[in-house]
Nanobody, 123 residues
């Protein structure tokens, strides 16, 4: 079992930056790929980014590529999402997930999920 706790959300202006963190419990952090997803009001949950178990591979969705960076620190059992040049369209609840990289990337299926953190970007 892996428990995930997100933090770092907030309300910012367009063009600002935020860094989300997701702290994972347990000793098996390095066994899982880690992903970030988001869900805006009235919309379906969408994939944002994923990082492989080793951290060597990352994949981003088109709307965030070049602005967001996913990283992981195995010494802290934490995955990060650095979000730069935020836009109002980035407003959503952001969720952290752990599981299979392929399933998260292709089917948005995570084995474990966090509770989410709200990001609000105003123009």
């Amino acid at each position: 079992q892996v428990q995930l706790v997100e933090s770092g959300g907030g309300s910012v202006q367009a063009g600002d930056s935020l860094r989300l963190s997701c702290a994972a419990s347990g000793r098996t952090f390095s066994s899982y790929a880690m992903g970030w997803f988001r869900q805006a009001p009235g919309k379906e949950r969408e994939f944002v980014a994923v990082i492989s178990e080793s951290g060597a591979s990352t994949v981003y969705s088109d709307p965030v590529r070049g602005r967001f960076t996913i990283s992981r620190d195995s010494t802290k059992n934490t995955v990060y999402l650095q979000m730069n040049t935020l836009k109002p369209d980035d407003t959503a609840v952001y969720y952290c997930a752990a599981g299979s990289l392929v399933l998260m990337l292709n089917r948005q299926l995570g084995q474990f999920w966090g509770q989410g953190t709200q990001v609000t970007v105003s123009s």
